[in-house]
């Protein structure tokens, strides 16, 4: 019984020990974007083979709050019963969609689409992609609409609109809500430097797409921000110089059958960096 009771006594004074460890624990601390005038997002196009509800699952698991609202999530000829109900649901994950895109236009009657989308989806930015034609049009319905149109870069891929140096060089001279979504993997496959970039044109860029890549090429490939070619704490400084304001969006395009550990990856890394190099 003596022996018994003394093993008793060690399981009580162990499960005491436990709980009082337990108890003790801190928690989890706040993101380090919290503290950044920036803010951190996802592309909704990183889940083009996910639903909207695995996404938001992605997205609060991940702890990430700002959502770009791609179309096969919520359509362009959603009712206004439909865009109702998908605010419903990304607010019951504590998301916020902040803009709609990329979104590709190729005639007028495509440009007063979406921006009739955005008016009624509620967000304030497009991430679109026109053709180089239609720029005069679409600067007209940035003043009817009061919008910041970002136009995404796409690096070698496509025959328009390939770093920043193009489309700065194609909207200098249009309404000031004429800009760009920076894509930063896409700008250093075509050669250029998205840190540079960034403080050169940091007054037209309104959206952000983080990703790194593994050349300066067309044959470079979209890899986990912090295993290629980027200098992203470089990146993480210079938002910080220019102090932008908006989404830095990753854009995770790896393994897109199954991107999830790539997210984690991914976000883990630039928030460590963001840790790393705060002053």
């Known amino acids: ?34 503290y950044e005038s920036f803010k951190l997002g996802i592309a909704g196009y990183t889940f083009a083979k996910f639903d909207l509800e695995k996404t938001l699952e992605t997205l609060q698991r991940t702890d990430v709050h700002y959502l770009c609202i791609k179309n096969f999530h919520l359509p362009l000829t959603s009712s206004d019963d439909e865009i109702k109900a998908f605010h419903a649901l990304i607010k019951s994950a504590d998301v916020t969609g902040y803009a709609v895109g990329p979104l590709y236009m190729n005639t007028k009657e495509e440009v007063d689409q979406v921006f009739a989308y955005a008016k009624r989806v509620g967000v304030k ?23 910041n149109y970002a136009i995404h870069l796409h690096g070698p891929d496509i025959d328009k609109f390939p770093d920043a140096d193009d489309v700065w060089e194609n909207v200098k001279d249009l309404d000031p809500r004429m800009g760009m979504c920076l894509d930063i993997g896409h700008d250093r496959r075509n050669g250029k430097d998205p840190v540079a970039d960034l403080k050169k044109y940091h007054t037209r860029v309104f959206d952000i797409h983080l990703k790194d890549v593994t050349g300066s090429s067309k044959h470079g490939y979209s890899v986990e921000v912090g295993r290629g070619i980027l200098d992203i704490p470089a990146f993480v400084k210079m938002l910080r110089e220019v102090n932008y304001t908006g989404v830095v969006s990753l854009e995770h395009e790896r393994n897109m059958n199954d991107p999830f550990m790539g997210i984690a990856e991914s976000i883990g890394y630039f928030r460590g960096v963001i840790a790393a190099t705060r002053k």
Request: proline residues 11%.
């Open 125 to 147: 930015t497009i991430v679109g992609v026109p053709t180089y034609d239609l720029l005069p049009y679409v600067n007209e319905k940035v003043a009817e609409f009061d919008m």
């Open 1 to 34: 019984m003596k022996s018994l009771s003394k093993v008793l006594i060690f399981l009580l004074l162990a499960f005491q020990i436990i709980s009082v460890q337990a108890q003790n624990r801190p928690d989890p601390q706040p993101a380090p974007d919290t």
